[in-house]
């Protein structure tokens, strides 16, 4: 027998595979499955949680093709857009933290750097160099053949034919819209070009327009009904502002928010430029109410958030009712910047709305009830936050809101605002709550741009996207209504850039398509991707994929090629599985579910999608900045990549997080050994060709493999992989201790046995572990691992699960016993329930478990009634214990003689406990043991020891 040696098993199979092309998939007379998994973005490295995600999808193919499917399992090259030319940008000027990553996290030799320094170069390297090799290393059964990147030729014609598609249906329009903007580049960005803020959204702010002497202060609120709360403004006394011509008034505003609104199509000239201290100490008018407020220094007050000024409503702002505190009792730096302590003293808070709950200053409440007691207090944000939703879902205005006043703000807050904006007493902004970076590096703001976008909001569109999310599976099931909600909310999408790599829009070549938007339908790409090498890219017409993908009745001259191409793809099509991060349902897998439904007839609509959940190192979010991250490599140098993908698919299931720990990796790595160690000498055994005469704990064993193969089978059609990896490898070894426990091992039969078993084992557990799997097949049989197993009838038997369950529970009952008592008893004696007993249980078992039906029927028994509470005692236990049960198992359970069950284990009782084994009716047991053998039950014997 040879050591376990993962390395040089996995690479011995990696390359016979490779020879023999085994994973290369072309139509056939087997059924197709086709799945996939969003293609990575080269950015960077690849980790261990990407390993996670592709090893996932790979279980499920391995398991199809073993059910004898043909599988399409392809990988392609997500390079679209400006991250890779950010991350170039970045080492090329040098950036120690991008070179930190790059040669300290992902291992890029010194003198390989400069080969990173175009966009494609620096792509290439982590595409061959990270992902295909650790991707061939764990053994992801791809057809390489059909990889492409984003940015090659043949992918931008086709995805221009589905965007000249989609806008000859109305689907794409041209207009001013706010965007994420990056600074740096000069260029909209959307969520996946975002390094820093990824899940911020930017939201429209109420300008309000305060007046200081002919000149505007715009003050920035998210709540404009507070406006009639207002008691003082702040202004950071050390930023720079400005004053300036913003398109007709004279405004002042922080630095920053004069730029943003230089980009959200406002006429801005700058005319002045000083600190936040000029206005300290001023009073300012209210808009609306006509009143002048202080102005007051605050160092919390963000330039960088909106306009850099902010109004006060500290009956209703659990911040502003703190800040005004702090404020009032720092009278040495009112005083500092020339403000009357007695002035600010005088300031009160001013309640516009009853909120139920709270008292006449909700903010006051709010911050005493939670003992907050400092803006830097971080419970102050829970507390806003819950005030804030009460308020805006029960608070009714007060009487100085006119028209307005009784009702609940939530029902009027877009009315109030758009009343004063009509008055010019409100304007807008648009910006982000915290600061958003680009993975250029570069500050985002929001600005408006004359965009391109596609119509998400169009009735008919959002109606299909519908159908195609009720059509699908959905896994889990709690995800189908993410994309329901997502579909419901979702607008109108910027789909395009100023530049970067991939698909110019073909409406307007000045702009590139961005990396959210030419992702959507590229599934179907696979499908022809390799035989399009052999297709001229001028041949590639917009007319040439309507023929690909909708056939000879789509165009007047269909092109031949184009036609072969559409016999390949409807082969494959629909997309059985797409497996995808449970993040990306809020854009990515939706709008894939839009674009099928669109562009392809329902029988091409994706047939299903699991979402993933995401990967921690020891407990901790991984980081490629931080250097947390585990690479894959060299996991499977220490540990081998079975154990790298035995450890990732049985820790979680794929919608769950999972933990990647070393000393639990090591463990998993110890337990395939032991398994590779016990299969290899079983492998050794001389064992009969043909299956030799039986006992009944060989066919018990036999029994629970097909209950094995059926959950394990059930487990995955259900991708379920850990479910089905545990009852294959963890739950099955509980079975065979409990085997090696109750029988000769050097029998024939058990030997024949034991080599059953691992053949059925390990071809469950090939799509988990395929290199160690597929090693041990081939030395058992002659032949890898081909075939899934099916449950043999010949083995399913019930009545031999039920018999050896009841000696398996007697011995853990003995065993408990024992051990509560710390006897070493000499003899042990069982006893089985009385007839009578049996009787009852018979009943329950036709009744069903209703204690009240069956003590009727039993009553009429007269045997029975005599025992009066004794029955009604017995009839409560066994309602208990056959509740749950199916009636097969009852009715099998009803002709087991249990006692028979018992004596024929008496030789195991004896060995197991070393004491004489005595098997009896209660009825019996002599007069000083009948007390005792009187709480036998059918199905649970007592027990008395000596």
Request: proline share 5%; with cysteine.
């Amino acid at each position: 027998m040879t050591d376990y040696d993962p390395n040089s098993i996995e690479s011995r199979w990696y390359d016979r595979w490779t020879e023999t092309e085994r994973y290369q998939a072309d139509p056939d007379d087997d059924e197709a499955t086709f799945i996939t998994v969003p293609y990575p973005y080269p950015s960077g490295g690849m980790h261990i949680g990407h390993a996670r995600t592709y090893t996932v999808p790979d279980v499920y193919a391995r398991y199809r093709r073993l059910q004898g499917d043909s599988v399409l399992f392809p990988i392609g090259w997500h390079v679209t857009g400006t991250p890779i030319i950010g991350a170039v940008e970045r080492l090329k000027k040098g950036e120690e933290k991008q070179l930190d990553v790059l040669q300290n996290t992902y291992n890029v030799p010194s003198d390989t750097l400069s080969e990173l320094e175009t966009p494609m170069g620096f792509a290439r390297y982590f595409i061959e160099e990270h992902y295909k090799k650790n991707m061939k290393a764990l053994g992801l059964s791809v057809d390489w053949r059909r990889e492409f990147t984003t940015n090659d030729e043949r992918y931008k014609r086709f995805i221009t034919w589905q965007y000249k598609r989609l806008n000859d249906r109305g689907l794409l329009e041209k207009r001013l819209h706010p965007v994420k903007y990056d600074l740096e580049q000069e260029n909209a960005v959307t969520t996946h070009d975002i390094l820093e803020g990824e899940e911020e959204e930017f939201q429209e702010y109420t300008l309000v327009k305060f007046d200081w002497d002919g000149t505007t202060v715009p003050m920035a609120t998210l709540r404009p009904e507070t406006i009639h709360g207002v008691t003082n403004a702040y202004i950071n006394p050390d930023a720079e502002y400005v004053r300036a011509r913003v398109d007709d008034e004279e405004w002042i505003v922080s630095t920053d928010g004069v730029e943003k609104l230089d980009y959200q199509a406002r006429d801005v000239e700058i005319l002045d430029t000083f600190t936040g201290d000029s206005l300290v100490g001023e009073q300012v008018t209210n808009p609306v109410t006509e009143e002048s407020v202080l102005v007051l220094p605050a160092g919390f007050v963000d330039p960088d958030n909106a306009t850099g000024v902010v109004m006060s409503v500290p009956a209703h702002s659990p911040d502003d009712w703190i800040a005004l505190q702090e404020a009032k009792e720092d009278e040495e730096r009112l005083r500092e910047h020339g403000i009357d302590p007695e002035a600010v003293q005088a300031i009160d808070a001013r309640p516009i709305a009853d909120v139920e709950g709270y008292g006449e200053v909700p903010a006051r409440d709010a911050v005493e009830f939670a003992e907050v007691e400092s803006t830097t207090d971080p419970e102050l944000e829970t507390v806003r936050q819950e005030l804030y939703n009460n308020e805006f879902h029960s608070g009714r205005l007060k009487e100085m809101y006119g028209e307005y006043a009784g009702q609940i703000i939530s029902n009027v807050r877009e009315e109030i605002k758009q009343e004063y904006q009509q008055l010019g007493a409100f304007d807008a902004m648009y910006d982000f709550a915290e600061t958003v970076i680009s993975r250029s590096g570069g500050k985002v703001i929001v600005s408006e741009q004359e965009t391109w976008f596609l119509r998400y909001n169009d009735t008919d569109w959002t109606e299909k996207a519908h159908d195609a999310v009720e059509s699908m599976t959905a896994i889990p099931e709690t995800t189908r209504e993410q994309y329901t909600h997502t579909i419901d909310w979702l607008e109108e999408w910027p789909c395009i850039r100023n530049y970067g790599l991939g698909t110019p829009l073909p409406m307007d070549e000045d702009f590139i398509i961005e990396p959210l938007s030419d992702s959507t339908i590229y599934m179907s790409y696979y499908t022809i991707a390799h035989r399009l090498q052999d297709v001229p890219v001028e041949q590639l017409t917009p007319e040439f994929f309507d023929t690909l993908f909708y056939g000879a009745d789509a165009v007047e001259e269909p092109d031949e090629t184009a036609l072969e191409l559409h016999e390949e793809w409807e082969y494959w099509y629909p997309v059985d599985f797409r497996c995808s991060a449970n993040d990306l349902i809020s854009n990515h897998l939706t709008f894939y579910l839009y674009h099928h439904a669109e562009l392809f007839e329902k029988p091409q609509w994706p047939q299903g999608i699991t979402s993933m959940g995401m990967g921690l190192l020891e407990g901790e979010k991984m980081s490629s900045s931080k250097g947390h991250v585990v690479l894959p490599a060299e996991a499977i140098e220490e540990y081998g990549a079975d154990t790298v993908r035995f450890f990732l698919l049985n820790s979680a299931e794929p919608w769950q997080d999972f933990d990647w720990r070393n000393d639990r990796v090591e463990d998993t790595r110890d337990q395939l050994e032991r398994f590779y160690n016990r299969a290899s000498e079983l492998i050794e055994r001389d064992v009969p060709d043909e299956q030799p005469a039986l006992e009944p704990i060989d066919r018990w064993l036999l029994a629970k493999l097909q209950a094995t193969v059926e959950a394990s089978t059930d487990a995955l059609e259900a991708f379920e992989t850990r479910k089905a990896s545990q009852a294959a490898f963890y739950d099955f070894e509980e079975h065979l201790r409990w085997y090696r426990r109750r029988t000769d091992r050097d029998r024939a039969g058990a030997g024949w046995t034991l080599q059953e078993v691992l053949r059925t084992r390990l071809e469950l557990l090939a799509p988990f572990v395929p290199f160690l799997t597929n090693e041990l097949h081939e030395q058992l049989t002659g032949e890898p691992a081909t075939r899934w197993p099916s449950v043999d009838p010949a083995f399913t038997d019930q009545t031999i699960e039920i018999k050896e369950s009841l000696v398996e529970q007697l011995t853990e009952d003995i065993n408990d016993i024992v051990n509560v008592t710390g006897t070493d008893p000499e003899r042990i004696a069982v006893y089985t329930a009385a007839d009578w007993k049996r009787d009852v249980f018979e009943q329950v078992t036709e009744t069903g478990p209703d204690v009240g039906a069956v003590m009727s029927e039993v009553m009429e028994q007269p045997e029975l009634r005599k025992r009066g509470e004794e029955v009604n005692q017995l009839v409560g236990d066994l309602v208990g214990h056959v509740r749950g049960r199916d009636d097969e198992t009852l009715s099998t359970m009803t002709e087991i003689e249990e006692q028979a069950v018992y004596e024929q284990a008496e030789a195991f009782f004896a060995q197991e406990f070393g004491a004489e084994i005595v098997v009896k009716n209660e009825t019996d047991a002599g007069d000083d043991e009948r007390e005792q053998a009187s709480d036998a039950v059918p199905f649970r014997p007592a027990v008395h020891l000596d």
